[in-house]
């Protein structure tokens, strides 16, 4: 980012200091109403890790590490679609950041018209591989509008990623039908658990990586993100509270055997409910946003 920018971001962005990790400072931004690194990386820094670093730098295992999870992720994915199916107004899906494609490959199961949005090749290939439309391309609404409208917009674990989440949600809003939900998840980031581990029990901010994750939400701020794009919230849950494992004396931070053995248990966790008492999960998933605990959040946000 050159130094015209640099003050010029500056002077939008402003807020208290709540962490600094390698260099990068993150911010209660008043003017954006929710956290983010200040200053901001750069589109064109963006593009390029994005498009190449991450998928073959990165994260090089990230796609056997996914084929090894997708039992999980697919029933994951059944939940959500579920959801889906008791709001949106009909099934035509529009998945931007799609990644290796398995919330398209559960839709189009379920009989959903899908399409794919990837700027990854690696990933973008790996999923039309599989039968499943994918433009491999950065999403505009421009670049998607001789598709037509859909009944959901889907955000997976994207809003984290990107220099400009307003913007985003912004052009997937007028890609929506009438009454089309926008469905969204990502890190329940500064939750009370994270918080009391890092502010009583002496851990660092773990949850904190600048490279990867330039924007830090939780239900609260995400919520007012919605609300202020005219998206009325009608569904909101959050995910397995990760950070009970550290509680409990397994600390997984900087430690992948811990990490991978933590994240086997709940996955087993998981598939045990979702398979014989999907209702009992569902609970659990209300009861720990409702305590503003768990590792990712789930909001479905209807247009007027």
Not at 110 to 115: I, T
Not at 139 to 156: C, E, I, M, Q, R
Not at 217 to 233: H, I, Y
Request: with cysteine.
């Amino acid at each position: 980012m050159h130094l015209a920018e640099r003050l010029m971001d500056t002077a939008r962005h402003h807020g208290p200091v709540l962490a600094t990790v390698d260099g990068h400072d993150v911010i209660e931004c008043a003017s954006c109403g929710f956290r983010h690194i200040d200053p901001l990386l750069s589109e064109e820094d963006l593009r390029k890790f994005y498009d190449g670093e991450f998928y073959e730098k990165e994260r090089p295992d990230y796609f056997s590490r996914a084929e090894s999870d997708k039992d999980w992720w697919m029933l994951r994915y059944g939940h959500y679609f579920e959801l889906l199916e008791s709001h949106a107004p009909g099934r035509r899906l529009l998945d931007i950041g799609s990644g290796p494609g398995f919330f398209l490959e559960a839709g189009q199961r379920r009989g959903w018209d899908v399409l794919g949005f990837e700027p990854s090749k690696r990933a973008a290939d790996y999923t039309a591989a599989r039968g499943i439309a994918m433009v491999n391309d950065f999403f505009t609404p421009g670049k998607v509008a001789d598709h037509g409208k859909f009944d959901v917009v889907s955000l997976n674990l994207v809003l984290e990623h990107l220099s400009d989440p307003i913007a985003l949600v912004q052009g997937a809003r007028r890609m929506l039908n009438p009454g089309g939900i926008l469905f969204v998840t990502s890190p329940n980031d500064f939750n009370p658990l994270q918080m009391l581990l890092w502010k009583k029990m002496g851990l660092r901010p773990w949850w904190v990586v600048p490279k990867h994750h330039l924007n830090y939400f939780d239900l609260a701020s995400v919520s007012r993100l919605f609300r202020g794009q005219g998206l009325e919230p009608v569904h909101l849950e959050t995910s397995y509270p990760l950070e009970s494992f550290i509680l409990a004396g397994r600390n997984y931070v900087g430690d992948d055997c811990v990490g991978r053995a933590c994240h086997a248990e709940r996955k087993a966790f998981e598939t045990a409910l979702f398979t014989h008492d999907p209702a009992r999960l569902r609970a659990l998933a209300a009861g720990w946003a409702a305590q503003g605990i768990g590792r990712e959040f789930v909001i479905l946000g209807r247009a007027g």
